[in-house]
């Protein structure tokens, strides 16, 4: 399926190509061709290759973790809302229940210290949770990394056991502390 610009019944322009495989390529098209720089999320990879396409193949680019990708923009945002001259700002942040700026970097450090690594072939086991998130500066007494821990843990990879680093970070970016106590309120 596709959804963008057409020219004489053929896809041309600014579109997004829907693959029967769950894969979605976003960028532009001549002639019902790839071309110029676009991006392909492969989904059941959890994959993101961004490249430069010339007559509908690749020619170079880079494949990315999404969630590493996202993460490093969570990071800013979450960066630039927290030192915000804004106090409604800094409030929003401060009550939010999400995981800080600084939270998630030391995460991601911690994490790629402690598995020599941040590609998709390394991981960290669920008994090895808790001195991750010391080694981040959480307080593992606190409820908060309790339930951290426990989203973690249920992100294991069936085969190897071990949690990738892209669901850490999926993980991380999603985890909301408080949400428990949101919902109960309402």
Known sequence: MYAGQWVDDR???????FSANGDIFVGSF????KEGMGTLYMINRQRKYVAEYLNGSPQCGTLEQPNKVLGAQ???????????T??????????????????????????????A???????????QLRELCVMAGLDPAAEATRLLVAALVARKEAGSGRISFDSCMKVALHFREKVGALARHW
């Open 74 to 84: 969570v990071v800013a945002v979450r960066r630039q809302r927290a030192t915000s």
């Open 86 to 115: 804004n106090a409604a700002m800094r409030s929003v942040q401060a009550n939010s229940g999400t995981l800080s700026d600084k939270d998630l970097e030391m995460l991601r450090h911690s994490f790629t210290l402690m598995a």
């Open 11 to 17: 896809r041309t322009g600014r579109g997004i190509y």
């Open 117 to 127: 690594g941040d590609s998709p072939s390394v991981g960290l086991l669920p008994h």
């Open 30 to 33: 001549i002639r019902d061709r």
